[in-house]
């Protein structure tokens, strides 16, 4: 089986940083596109970044030079530098990965259980 795990959210002072990660295990024989979401309570779930294998990136409006999404694909990992805060980032992170599991089938889409991100003002 294949998971995902992400780790690095908390709380923090608005202008702060944080720094997730997003670390896929299990029987992977490639990892392609890569992303980040948010969710605050009722409201959906929207794209934050994304970052193909080949590392072109994409980010929503709203964390545009702000955020920044980058992959170790050694580790099978995905990070979101979070910089310059605001109590609007505050939401439940996740990650999620298009992932190759067996030469015969394609890629299938994995999600990971998501970190909680709170930012104070």
């Known amino acids: 089986q294949v998971q995902l795990v992400e780790s690095g959210g908390g709380l923090v002072q608005a202008g702060g940083s944080l720094r997730l990660s997003c670390a896929a295990s299990g029987s992977i024989l490639s990892m392609n596109n890569m992303g980040w979401y948010r969710q605050a309570p009722g409201k959906q779930r929207d794209v934050v970044a994304t970052i193909t294998n080949g590392g072109s990136t994409n980010y929503a409006d709203s964390v545009k030079d702000r955020f920044t999404i980058s992959r170790d694909n050694a580790k099978n990992t995905v990070y979101l530098q979070m910089n310059s805060l605001k109590p609007e980032d505050t939401a439940v992170y996740y990650c999620?990965?298009?992932?190759?599991?067996?030469?015969?089938?394609?890629?299938?889409?994995?999600w990971g259980q998501g970190t909680q991100v709170t930012v104070s003002s």
């Open positions: 999620n990965a298009f992932i190759k599991v067996r030469y015969s089938d394609p890629s299938r889409i994995y």
